[in-house]
């Protein structure tokens, strides 16, 4: 029988506060232990046409500087890749399990962990803001381009709150959710994890005209409580066929909502669950948006929790 390879896990740092935290994520998971880490930093490098200013026998003294600067900064964040290393280890990670990988900016800080992103790892974990967060800003720059653009597999967005047991999972039927589901299972199966699958359905006022058309408001939202039920019940019993014991799993649906993303957010709040996943993209795909619109709302309205967007 051909053996399955080991999940591989990218999580990229920037030297920051906010960054070791993500590590530390990472290290409170215990089903991550099961995969393969590789600690990633872009290293921005002091552009080569500065060092033509050598040959000006004035610029000399602030060569030295900036030479002696860029020693001094290797050396910091060695340091600090060795520091997360070890958080890992502490956490009980294996060795083996743990690599160490600096690069030199290539591209740019998001476009070079992008790229980093399609050498066959699994899953990406980082944090919604890095070294230059600023107050009242929900997703810093290279996050924000990592939403948009790392659209090929999972990428966990680490908020604030600490992890818990408890995963609300949102579900609307579409195949995104789906695959939502499918890793979830597949990362969490078998760990002491309780998820509840939410599906959310908004006030009549909200229905496309087309549908009022087949079904009166009432019948409309009986066939799809129906649909979404039988739904919810196939989730469930495909988390149990991941490893998840039956009482782990609640399904829960809320009618009448104005904004699906608020009401998600609202009863994460509510119920206190850490984190928050998502299929990337709903059932209202549009062609022109990099991400599903309910999706992007949860992610800056649960600005405190962890949310996962799943391709």
Do not use: C
Not at 82 to 110: C, T, Y
Not at 179 to 188: E, H, N, P, S, W
Not at 222 to 247: S, W
Not at 272 to 283: A, F, K, S
């Amino acid at each position: 029988m051909k053996t399955q390879p080991t999940p591989k896990l990218l999580v990229p740092v920037d030297g920051s506060d906010r960054s070791m935290n993500t590590v530390k994520y990472v290290a409170k998971l215990e089903p991550l232990r099961r995969m393969q880490v590789v600690l990633f930093h872009v290293f921005s490098k002091v552009p080569e046409g500065f060092w033509d200013l050598g040959t000006d026998p004035r610029s000399s003294s602030t060569v030295s500087e900036v030479r002696a600067w860029e020693i001094q900064q290797k050396k910091n964040i060695k340091q600090y890749m060795e520091s997360a290393r070890q958080h890992l280890l502490k956490s009980g990670f294996p060795v083996k399990s743990i690599e160490v990988k600096i690069q030199n900016r290539k591209k740019g800080f998001a476009r070079d962990i992008i790229r980093e992103a399609q050498n066959g790892y699994n899953a990406v974990v980082t944090r919604r803001r890095g070294m230059t967060g600023m107050r009242g800003i929900v997703l810093g720059s290279v996050a924000v381009k990592m939403v948009e653009k790392l659209s090929f597999i999972p990428l966990l967005l680490v908020g604030k709150k600490p992890p818990g047991n408890k995963i609300m999972l949102a579900f609307d039927g579409s195949e995104g959710s789906r695959r939502a589901v499918d890793f979830l299972g597949r990362t969490l199966g078998g760990f002491n994890f309780r998820v509840k699958l939410l599906h959310v359905m908004r006030g009549k006022e909200n229905r496309r005209p087309e549908n009022r058309r087949l079904f009166s408001p009432a019948e409309y939202a009986q066939t799809t409580l129906k649909e979404m039920t039988i739904e919810l019940e196939a989730a469930a019993k495909k988390l149990v066929r991941l490893g998840f014991q039956p009482h782990q799993i609640s399904t829960e649906l809320v009618s009448g909502a104005v904004s699906r993303a608020a009401a998600i957010v609202a009863e994460a709040k509510k119920q206190e669950y850490g984190t928050i996943v998502m299929g990337r993209r709903g059932h209202s795909q549009v062609r022109d948006f990099f991400i599903g619109r309910v999706t992007n709302k949860v992610i800056h309205l649960a600005r405190d929790r962890t949310v996962w967007i799943i391709r």
